[in-house]
């Protein structure tokens, strides 16, 4: 059993449509991330968590530190973001503790 | 603008040759990855460098090789010892602190096999 998994590992939505990827993790953790990586293979850093959510434009991520759950939504889908998102846990002070989900596939059709 | 680079961005290697990817940051970061994708996997990490002159194995760090000798340059060698290099390759950076700090990515390397 993966520490990380994802799901859907693939999603196809329509423009406009409400999106939520969902995150769940196995191992005690200080920190969970939600990363975007672009078609070209470039990754980008959305959001970092402990508790909470947060809301960055149409974006929001959530986290359950008890059910070890976290889950990314997307308002008002674009096809702009058609993307992997990616799902990484960090462990602290330990460079080396970070552990990252498979990644969800999403397309959003025009 | 700060961020990273890595080249080339396709790089082909040849049976029994070893080649180098290129990683260079100016954000001013201590810690720098390497990462390897391989698809439906999640990344994996091959060495990172916390300091100058300083670098540690990661999980998979057999069959290759870094050097940390300027704080903004990483290179990966991937050897001959390799023997399946064919993935995608990330470099990474981030502040010091550990691995709770927000890791800042290049647009990657495709390794192939000729």
């Known amino acids: 059993k993966n520490e990380v998994e994802q799901s859907p590992q693939n999603l196809t939505a329509q423009e406009g449509e409400f999106i939520t990827i969902n995150c769940s993790y196995s191992?005690?953790?200080?920190?969970l991330h939600w990363l975007q990586q672009h078609p070209g293979g470039g990754i980008v850093s959305l959001f970092m968590l402990s508790s909470g959510k947060k809301k960055h434009g149409r974006l929001i991520a959530t986290i359950n530190i008890q059910e070890k759950h976290s889950s990314l939504h997307i308002t008002a889908s674009h096809p702009r973001d058609s993307a992997v998102y990616i799902c990484a846990v960090s462990g602290g002070t330990s460079y080396d503790k970070v552990i990252f989900g498979p990644g969800t596939s999403l397309s959003v059709i025009p | 603008d700060g961020g990273i680079t890595q080249s080339p961005k396709y790089l082909f290697r040849k049976e029994g040759q070893n080649v180098t990817l290129s990683c260079e940051q100016n954000?001013?970061?201590?810690?720098m990855y390497w990462y390897r994708q391989d698809p439906g996997q999640g990344l994996r990490l091959i060495y990172y460098s916390q300091i100058v002159n300083d670098f540690q194995k990661g999980d998979i760090a057999e069959g290759y090789s870094v050097s940390r000798e300027k704080k903004e340059s990483f290179p990966l060698t991937v050897t001959s010892a390799q023997k399946n290099p064919t993935a995608f390759y990330l470099c990474?950076?981030?502040?010091?602190?550990?691995?709770?700090?927000?890791?800042?990515f290049g647009d990657g390397t495709r390794l192939s096999i000729l």
């Open positions: 954000l001013n970061h201590d810690a």
């Open positions: 191992v005690g953790i200080s920190a």
């Open positions: 990474a950076s981030s502040t010091g602190g550990g691995s709770n700090q927000p890791q800042h």
